[in-house]
């Protein structure tokens, strides 16, 4: 069974920083190109960030310089580290996991919420 389970959200200042982790488990992990994405209130579910297999990744325009997504595959996690956050970073944020071949291959984790805000 996959689980994909994310941790290290909360409540931050503007200007500080997190860092998001997804422990993933019940599949190949090292193969599957892992992201994060998140989904603010009344808006769509959008891309923060992916990363292959091979380690090349993708970012939001949002989000370039600021975010950091990388993955230990000896420990099947994916991490996402947020600086510089924003009040429009606020969201919950969501793993993903995307089997590159078999596109019906694909999970989510249950959410983490992030808050920025003084």
């Known amino acids: 069974q996959v689980q994909l389970v994310e941790s290290g959200g909360g409540l931050v200042q503007p200007g500080g920083s997190l860092r998001l982790s997804c422990a993933a488990s019940?599949?190949?992990?090292?193969?599957?190109?892992m992201g994060w994405y998140r989904q603010a209130p009344g808006k769509q579910r959008e891309l923060v960030a992916t990363?292959?297999?091979?380690?090349?990744?993708i970012y939001a325009d949002s989000v370039k310089g600021r975010f950091t997504i990388s993955r230990d595959n000896a420990k099947n996690t994916v991490y996402l580290q947020m600086s510089s956050l924003k009040p429009e970073d606020t969201a919950v944020y969501y793993c993903?996991?995307?089997?590159?071949?078999?596109?019906?291959?694909?999970?989510w984790g249950q959410g983490t919420q992030v808050t920025v805000s003084s």
């Open positions: 019940g599949y190949r992990f090292i193969i599957y190109t």
């Open positions: 993903n996991a995307a089997d590159p071949i078999l596109k019906s291959r694909n999970y």
């Open positions: 990363i292959t297999s091979g380690g090349s990744t």
